[in-house]
């Protein structure tokens, strides 16, 4: 039986850089996290303790995923690329991994039961659909620590009236509370990326509060109303609803129909879909 592989010391980025050099694909764009910092910064953030069932999404080379398991984690990993897959399972035997596309799993199957934490630096080109289909899960996952690209996470808790505020805003915020806990410098990453990299802590509800409809209906009306963000919120709602009927919806909601979208506040949402439910 061979000697177990001796895990690369995240203090140390020259080992790391080294390892990069040898295993990188730039197929999928990837830019490694290299600083031990950061990621023992998300560890304590995820309040990850002994035991704890966590998933990481795109471990790479393994800095955050040594960092987890130090902290007791009990890790299911998913990585698409062969070779960074088979370096998790030689490296890191203590990890499940998942060898596979993120975007593609069926994460009962990933994570089953409940009570399940997420750490990960996300690819940044499927970062957004996956916070958003993790968050749609909350009897399965209950906090996110996401690493992104910085102008998503800036989208993600923006107030009312800010430029970047959107439907991604309002649907996250019907199902958790986010917040923008770590800035990370490119210099953090090799190679550094040309964007910059924000991690956001997501605490979800045990449910999403979207008011009287379903979750997939009061989705429907948020990206209806952000449709044609220089148009009354009225005229966006149109294109889908019909203009007698969204002139009752907006109505019965309480809500001007001149002001746009990007006007409204979370609770005037979720009285516009509740105002939008198809009757029985």
Known sequence: M????????????????????????????QHFLARASIVERMVRAAQVAPGDRVLEIGPGLGILTQALLHAGADLTAVEVDDDLAARVVEVYPAVRLVHGDATRQDWAAVCPGAGWKVVANLPYNVGTGLVMDLA???????????????????????????????????????????????????????????????VVQVDLYDA??????????????????????????????SALFGGDRSERALAEAGI????????????????????LVPPN
């Open 136 to 198: 749609r899960q909350p009897e399965r996952f209950t906090r996110l620590v996401v690493m992104l690209q910085a102008e998503v996470v800036e989208r993600m808790v923006a107030p009312p009236g800010n430029k970047t505020y959107g439907a991604l805003t309002v649907e996250l915020r019907a199902r958790g509370v986010a917040r923008a806990i770590i800035g990370v410098p490119r210099e953090a990453f090799v190679p550094p990326p040309k964007v910059r990299s924000l």
């Open 2 to 29: 061979s000697d177990p592989v001796e895990p690369p010391d995240p203090s140390d980025p020259r080992r790391i850089l080294k390892d990069l050099e040898q295993r990188a694909r730039k197929r999928f764009g």
């Open 208 to 237: 999403p509060r979207v008011g009287k409809g379903t979750p997939a209906h009061f989705d429907r009306v948020v990206k209806a109303a952000f449709s044609q963000r220089r148009k009354t919120v009225r005229n966006a709602l």
């Open 256 to 275: 001007d129909p001149q002001l746009r979208a990007e006007a409204l506040p979370q609770d005037a949402f979720v009285a516009l879909s509740d105002a």
